[in-house]
T-cell receptor, first 115, second 114 residues
Framework: GAVVSQHPSWVICKSGTSVKIECRSLDFQATTMFWYRQFPKQSLMLMATSNEGSKATYEQGVEKDKFLINHASLTLSTLTVTSAHPEDSSFYIC???????????FGPGTRLTVT | GNSVTQMEGPVTLSEEAFLTINCTYTATGYPSLFWYVQYPGEGLQLLLKATKADDKGSNKGFEATYRKETTSFHLEKGSVQVSDSAVYFCALSDSGGGADGLTFGKGTHLIIQP
């Protein structure tokens, strides 16, 4: 149980375009989802926290207009990177937490490359 | 702010060797501490956790003790196996159990040779 999937697993897009990454909880209801970003040989950095039906809370330094997060249902959150640039190339990882539970369950990540 | 520092890898050991991966942290208050493991192609999985000082988390032969006096949470295993090869992340959360977002170390790549 407690499986989180991400789609796509990797994506290449051209500079200036937007790309959407999906995070799904497959067998539980995720009241809270987290989005992290990981650079090579670096730690995972929390980007934002989203609660179902509410606006996401972004960490300091993360541009909310560039990284649009939607958590419209209890099983799906999306991260849209708008007007992507090469510096947005990274590994994006989501995690999800169910009601009354503290443990976060992580997705396998999405590799974004912006050319 | 919070931060986690862990030894950088890769760490290469022979099967049945003793493993220690060091982790120290900086945090306000009394954080909860975690070790996550990431196998190739998979998402991070919680390996063990400790929520208060002197607690010992353990799972699959791995152990780590929450040492408040040294702000450390070192991961140990007495006899590693090839199947333990993975990337290990130390992490902390301000909230009990990890209800909030986590602060991670950079990860330590562990390679176990037969």
């Amino acid at each position: 149980g407690a499986v989180v999937s991400q789609h796509p697993s990797w994506v290449i897009c051209k500079s200036g375009t937007s790309v959407k990454i999906e995070c799904r909880s497959l067998d539980f209801q995720a009241t809270t989802m987290f989005w992290y970003r990981q650079f090579p040989k670096q730690s995972l950095m929390l980007m934002a926290t989203s609660n179902e039906g509410s606006k996401a809370t972004y960490e300091q330094g993360v541009e909310k207009d560039k990284f649009l997060i939607n958590h419209a249902s209890l099983t799906l959150s999306t991260l849209t990177v708008t007007s992507a640039h090469p510096e947005d190339s990274s590994f994006y990882i989501c995690s999800a937490r169910g009601p009354g539970h503290y443990e976060q369950y992580f997705g396998p990540g999405t590799r974004l490359t912006v050319t | 702010g919070n931060s986690v520092t862990q030894m950088e890898g890769p760490v290469t050991l022979s099967e049945e060797a003793f493993l220690t991966i060091n982790c120290t942290y900086t945090a306000t208050g009394y954080p909860s501490l975690f070790w996550y493991v990431q196998y190739p192609g998979e998402g991070l999985q919680l390996l063990l956790k400790a929520t208060k000082a002197d607690d010992k988390g353990s799972n699959k032969g791995f152990e780590a003790t929450y040492r408040k006096e040294t702000t450390s949470f070192h991961l140990e295993k007495g006899s590693v196996q090839v199947s333990d090869s993975a990337v290990y992340f130390c992490a902390l959360s301000d909230s009990g159990g990890g209800a909030d977002g986590l602060t991670f170390g950079k990860g330590t790549h562990l390679i176990i040779q037969p």
